[in-house]
Each structure stands twice: as C-alpha cells, then as structure tokens.
C-alpha cells in the first residue's frame, strides 16, 4: 500500500499588498491576526493529529480580497472568508474532522459563484 494522498487542501491566502495600495490584503501589515493565520492552520491541523490527511498550502492572491482573509477547501470548492483563529478552529472541528461546512463563514453566491469552464467563458466571450 503507498501513501494515502490527502483527503482536504486547505489553500490558505497569504497576499499582502504594500500600504497604500487600494485593494485589501488577506495579510495585512496593521493586522497581526492576519499574519498568524497559516501558522495557526498548519498547528492546529498538527495538534489534532490529522496532518497526514490534511494538507495547508500557503497561496498567492485568491482574487476575493474584500472578502478576507480567505481560505479555499478541496474538494467542494469551498471558500471561507473573514477568517480567524476561533473560525479555523471551528473549520477544522466541523467540517474537516465532522463532514459538515459551516455554513455560515461560507462566502456569498454573488461573490462565488458556479464555476464555469473555459470552453463557455470562450464562448460568452465570442472568442
């Protein structure tokens, strides 16, 4: 038997935008929360003992910054926003470990839609 491939990825957002600059960040230089967040995840995940089957990555702009600090669960596609240590804690109880997405830090529809594949975005684009 070889090495189980995780069961979740936990992409965790990590841009930070210099000051100044008119878009938010998921990491932000006035928020230390922020920058805690991923070390929080990855600690989290080991102390509960599900680091094999759990995966965090650290990732580059997830283009939901007014939404963050954001994070995207595989599979399903699931995007988390406003996180927290509190929030993590439960993402991680709940859904992870429980099976269930905790609906309410899940972010709007109108913010997350249906995917849509890139044959149809071609297409609607008259390309």
């Known amino acids: 038997m070889g090495i189980p491939q995780p069961a979740f990825y936990m992409f965790k957002c990590e841009q930070s935008s210099p000051p100044g600059m008119p878009k938010p960040s998921c990491v932000s230089q006035q ?3 922020s920058q805690q967040l991923f070390q929080y995840l990855s600690q ?3 102390q509960e003992g599900i680091m094999g089957t759990v ?3 650290r990732t580059a702009c997830l283009n939901r910054c007014n939404a963050g ?3 995207l669960v595989e599979p399903g596609h699931i995007m988390y926003t406003a996180l927290t240590k509190e929030k993590i804690d439960r993402i991680i109880k709940e859904h992870i470990i429980g099976g269930n997405v905790v609906e309410e830090y899940v972010i709007e529809s ?3 839609d ?3 594949s890139p044959r ?3 297409t609607q684009m008259g390309m």
């Open 120 to 122: 149809d975005m071609k």
């Open 69 to 71: 600090p954001v994070m």
């Open 55 to 57: 995966q965090p990555i």
């Open 110 to 112: 109108e913010l997350w």
């Open 114 to 116: 249906e995917a849509i």
């Open 44 to 46: 989290k995940i080991m």
């Open 31 to 33: 928020d230390t929360e």
